[in-house]
């Protein structure tokens, strides 16, 4: 890993999303892309409502998992780390743990994460063009899109999960699927859902 990864912060609404680029090195990066592209994905992840349409492909990773490749367990712990460093009190369980695997013409909604919790999204493709887009869209407290976090290989993204956003689909021109990431974790006294 890079000893100095550039990061950046922007604001919205008060609330502070925080920008890592360089956290992986390149190899890693392609490592890490290679790992999450040949996970089996299930029609199980939902934005707000199990009853909505169009459900996103997830892969959530296990305990065993995570056990067996060193990667996907260095990778937790450098997340948590930083997460704790931004705001502790967030940062003490792990929640959820998963991959998903966006595509064009997927429905993403507007949604907020865990009460209380911080989400950690980092953008697993090693090769994403501007024009493929699939930014990651943060809204304001009045439903605006105010900021957009565009998919960077290798980024990481660290905000309040209680900040409304929508991932973002790939564009008709994208050659591939856009994966991603997720970490959630909630302060301490709240129960983990997933293994981690």
């Known amino acids: 890993m890079p000893t100095t990864p550039a990061s950046m912060t922007r604001e919205i609404d008060g609330e502070r999303v925080h920008i890592i680029d360089g956290l992986l090195d390149p190899v890693i990066i392609g490592m890490f892309e290679r790992l999450v592209v040949d996970l089996p994905y299930f029609r ?20 065993s998992m995570i056990e067996t490749f060193p990667l996907l367990g260095g990778f937790r712990d450098d997340v948590l780390a930083r997460v ?26 507007p949604h907020h994460d865990t009460p209380g919790g911080m989400t950690a999204l980092y953008f697993a493709n090693a090769d994403w063009e501007p024009d493929w887009q699939g930014e990651l869209v943060f809204y304001d407290k009045s439903g605006e899109a105010s900021m957009l976090v565009a998919p ?15 991932g973002g689909v790939p564009s008709p021109l994208c050659r591939t699927q856009r994966f991603t990431v997720v970490i959630k974790t909630v302060p301490a006294g709240h129960a983990a859902v997933t293994p981690a």
Request: charged share 30%; glycine share 12%.
């Open 152 to 166: 960077k290989p290798g980024r990481l993204c660290l905000f309040n999960g209680e900040i409304v956003h929508r």
């Open 84 to 109: 704790r460093q931004i705001d502790a009190g967030r940062g003490e369980t792990i929640e959820q743990f998963f991959a998903l695997d966006q595509y064009f013409g997927a429905v993403q909604y």
């Open 44 to 63: 199980s992840n939902y934005d707000k409502s199990k009853d909505e349409p169009g459900r996103h492909l997830r892969h959530d990773f296990g305990k």
